[in-house]
């Protein structure tokens, strides 16, 4: 199966009206031609401004999480049709930075990744391991136990994206090396195709489609190496998204 690469930012908690404005339009600018699929995932109150300028190009937009419960009796929380309706395309769960700051747990982001696909949206699910774990040699089984509670409407639909984050490469300057990252995406990939095996035919054929991402500090100076991975298929960017040059970089190396 050929897969389209997916280059999605993940803007975390940065950007301002005047900053956005530079990097989106930039973006607009210089996107064509690009094989891979663009997108970027901004902070809430930026998705109408995301919209205005991206509307009519080939970027997508997205947000970086949504709330796992029905519209109402929420304070402070998001659902997945607010993101809907502003054309949100993509939604980012359980980024580590949600797991361990606000203490999402694996059932949670199931539920959120569950919430996104009813809505029409294509939730980008992120997982990985800590330091700790790798060390210990307990990173498959830690990938595993949160792929789990994945509902099987979602792999029958086949409209998510897989993003794989080892945490200890989170924000910290250090990279997975290709061989590492490789070796959790076809393990990834293998779960998927079993899982979806399991529930029908016309699942696991679907499942092929699915993209899986390396996340955590790609930047261009190891975006090539990890994009040539037979089983990685884009990637979800950290800081280089906030810098018109890194990113389009990393664009053009997909
Ligand atoms: C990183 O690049 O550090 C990320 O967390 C991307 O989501």
Known sequence: TQ???????????????????????????????????????????????AQEVLKDSAVAWGAQTLS????????????ASMLQEFGCRYVIVGHSERRTLFGESSVVVAQKAEHARVSGLCPIICVGETLAERESGATLNVLKSQLEPLRA?????????????????????????????????????NWLVERAAAISLEAQQRIAGVRILYG???????????????????????????????????????
Not at 9 to 15: A, L, T, V, Y
Not at 165 to 188: C, D, M, N, R
């Open 153 to 189: 409407g979602l792999l029958t639909s086949a409209d998510f994206v897989l993003a794989y984050e080892p945490v200890w490469a989170i924000g910290t300057g250090k990279t997975a090396s290709p061989e590492q990252a490789q070796e959790v995406h076809a393990y990834l990939r």
């Open 3 to 49: 897969r389209k690469k997916l280059i999605a930012g993940n803007w975390k908690m940065n950007g301002s009206l005047s900053a956005n404005q530079a990097l989106l339009s930039g973006l607009v600018g210089q996107s064509q031609g690009l094989v891979a699929d663009v997108a970027v995932c901004v902070p809430f109150p930026y998705l109408a401004q």
């Open 216 to 254: 955590g500090s790609m930047k261009p100076a190891n975006a090539q190496s990890l994009l040539a991975q037979p089983d990685i298929d884009g990637g979800l960017i950290g800081g280089a998204s906030l810098v018109l040059e890194e990113f389009l970089a990393i664009c053009r190396a997909a």
């Open 68 to 79: 796992e419960r029905e519209p109402g009796a929420c304070t402070g929380e998001v659902a």
